[in-house]
């Protein structure tokens, strides 16, 4: 029985581990693609390790490209990393950092002082002192660095269950500062009966002000695809919907009231009674807009395994080249990258049934994407008590 000095010894040896084990993977990722004859192959490998590791390809690229920065210009890090002194968390706070920089000067630098700054500080910390770092390291680059970051501006969706999602908006944090002080403003502005929080007022505020709704209205302008059983749209049921990409669940209520929306527009999808779309067959050779939405509807998202492109910003590819059929048992969404390496033969492709997506990578082995079922009525049902 390990005494409390030893138990907390033993959990800091352990997590030196896992930091060194993490470098060591990082090392075999950049080894594994720099083996590969060519970009095409390259490319092929970073989908391999994609599917190997259940992690997505841009996720695998960041890593690599990370590994060699870091194994590069910044060895004292690098093997600090491989020793275990340094966390695998604050090492990725340190490559943001050295990514900012302009002078190779700076980033050697950097590298002799990094691994101090990180003893004894938490990720945050350490984020702080590599900001202040960086400020007054590289001062005159200041618009540059700014440029560079605005370059990179973006909206994100998170999906955080119960029908809610976290909208994030990359952006100056002048003009972050100016929206929230208006934002608070307009909440503090609203009737002293109002019964909603500030954070809660706010948030409604930028929706109704980004999809210009009024006088109550959903002010929906966009087209939301959302598979849901009939019965719940006709009250009789309380199962779920879900939007097209899979992305999130909806309740049925919330969907009622969407449908109530003048501007909603249905489709009926016929399905078998698990929750199957039922094959469409075209006799052209490119499947057009009618099939390719039931594909979304089916698949949501490209049939690579890893990947969360939408459905509607795929290829529709065909698994078995044409001139085999262009219908639902041949045909699936598909990622352009993902797309080409199959094309070109760099991974083996096929759809054993409709829906099911059966891979084979060049070493041979095997990953299947197998559909989530629409939704049928039964989902609401509980599920049956042990007897």
């Known amino acids: ?99 900012r920089l302009t002078h190779p000067t700076s980033r050697v630098d950097l590298d002799g002082q990094a691994v101090d700054a990180a003893s004894g500080r938490t990720p945050g910390q350490l984020s702080r002192w590599l900001d202040r770092w960086v400020e007054r390291t590289e001062a005159h680059a200041a618009r540059a660095r700014h440029e560079t970051a605005r370059a990179d501006r973006a909206v994100r969706l998170r999906p955080l269950g ?21 934002l608070t403003a307009a909440a503090h502005a609203l009737a002293s009966d109002d019964p909603r929080t500030l954070d809660q007022a706010r948030a409604d505020i930028v929706c109704d002000v980004l999809l210009d709704r009024r006088d109550g209205a959903l002010g929906y302008r966009a087209v939301i695809g959302i598979t849901v ?56 050779r490119f499947a057009p807009a009618r099939l390719r939405q039931v594909l979304a509807f089916r698949d949501g998202t490209s049939v690579f395994p890893t990947s969360s492109v939408p459905a509607a910003h795929c290829d529709s590819d065909h698994t078995d080249p044409w001139p085999a059929p262009t219908h639902a048992a041949n045909t699936g969404p598909l990622n352009r990258r993902a797309h080409r390496l199959k094309t070109e033969g760099l991974i083996d492709l096929r759809q054993p049934t409709p829906g099911v997506f059966a891979w084979t990578t060049h070493t041979g082995h095997r990953y299947t994407r197998r559909p989530e079922p629409v939704p049928i009525a039964d989902w609401d049902l509980p599920p049956p008590h042990p007897a």
């Not at 390990?2 to 033993?10: A, E, K, P, S, T």
């Not at 340190?94 to 990514?99: G, S, V």
């Not at 449908?259 to 779309?277: K, P, Q």
Request: charged share 25%; glycine share 4%.
């Open 229 to 284: 059983p009939l019965s719940s749209l006709l009250g009789f049921s309380d199962a779920p919907g879900e939007l097209t990409d899979r992305s999130a669940t909806i309740p049925a209520f919330i969907v009622r009231e969407a449908v109530a929306d003048e501007h909603s527009l249905l489709y009926r999808l016929v399905t078998d009674d698990i929750g199957n779309l039922l094959t469409v067959q075209w006799l052209g």
């Open 162 to 182: 119960d029908a809610m999602t976290r909208l994030t908006v990359d952006i100056p944090a002048t003009e972050a500062a100016a929206i929230a002080q208006r």
């Open 1 to 99: 029985m390990l005494d409390d000095r030893q138990m907390i010894d033993q959990i800091v040896i352990r997590r030196e581990a896992m930091a060194s084990l993490d470098a060591a993977e990082a090392a075999d990722l950049v080894d594994y693609v720099d083996r590969a004859p060519g970009p095409r192959r390259a490319d092929a490998a970073v989908h391999e390790l994609s599917l190997a590791l259940t992690q997505p390809v841009p996720t695998i690229e960041r890593r690599i490209a990370q590994a060699r920065r870091l194994r590069s210009t910044m060895p004292t890090v690098w093997q600090a990393w491989h020793d275990g002194r340094l966390s695998t968390s604050a090492v990725g706070e340190i490559d943001r950092a050295a990514r």
